[in-house]
């Protein structure tokens, strides 16, 4: 059981390019997320998605687009890299919340460089 | 803007010793967690604690949650080596927010 697997897991981009982030989780959750994590902050939320072909914005949304068009997969769009975007990027999944928020399973991240 | 402020920044210990790390947030929450992350890794749950909770444990964890206060805390007991991470506390305001927010960790280094 995989959990959740984002690919790829380094990249160096160059400002202005674009690129796709992919992530998947094999665990049938209805819930997936996108964070960022820079140095010395937590994860701010970037989207979300609650199900299959639903995606909402989250805490940092500008200049980046998602898509859910499966419901094992979540991909992170970026259309024209800035070095601002420079990170880690990290994908989450979870069940529908009943009574309170089940825990978020996490990815190991994807390290992006924009120079 | 981050929910949770974590304090201290980071925390050093020897094997055996208990590790404290406090979390404040500013809103009302429907539940706090706490994640736990070893380096180079994603964020693993530790424990979830809801607003109407007092304390919880599991295995060598202590949580507590004073919402007067809007503060948590996490121990650590007897804590190893391989308990050295970041910690992170998470709160989750409920209704149609779908979603956590991070606080900014703990690092905490168990030296053998």
């Known amino acids: 059981n995989a959990g959740v697997t984002q690919t790829p897991k380094f990249r160096v981009l160059k400002t202005g390019q674009s690129m796709t982030l992919l992530c998947a989780q094999d665990m049938n959750h209805e819930y997936m997320y996108w964070y960022r994590q820079d140095p010395g902050m937590g994860l701010r939320l970037i989207h979300y998605?609650?199900?299959?072909?639903?995606?909402a914005k989250g805490e940092v949304p500008d200049g980046y687009n998602v898509s859910r068009l499966k419901k094992q997969n979540f991909l992170l769009g970026l259309e024209s890299a800035a070095p601002s975007q420079t990170s880690v990027y990290f994908c989450?999944?979870?069940?529908?919340?009943?009574?309170?928020?089940?825990?978020?399973?996490f990815g190991d991240g994807t390290r992006l460089s924009i120079l | 803007s981050q929910q949770g402020e974590e304090d201290p920044q980071a925390l050093s210990i020897q094997e055996g010793e208990n590790a404290t790390m406090n979390c404040s947030y500013k809103t009302s929450i429907n539940n706090l967690q706490w994640y736990r992350q070893n380096s180079g890794r994603g964020l693993v749950h530790l424990i979830l604690i809801r607003s109407n909770e007092r304390e919880k444990h599991s295995g060598r964890l202590r949580v507590t949650l004073d919402t007067s206060k809007k503060s948590s805390s996490l121990l650590i007991t007897a804590s190893r080596a391989a308990d050295t991470a970041s910690y992170f506390c998470?709160?989750?305001?409920?209704?149609?927010?779908?979603?956590?927010?991070f606080g900014s960790g703990t690092q905490l280094t168990v030296l053998p």
């Open positions: 989450a999944s979870s069940y529908f919340p009943d009574r309170g928020r089940p825990p978020q399973h």
């Open positions: 998470a709160t989750d305001r409920g209704g149609s927010a779908r979603q956590l927010t």
């Open positions: 998605s609650v199900g299959e072909g639903t995606t």
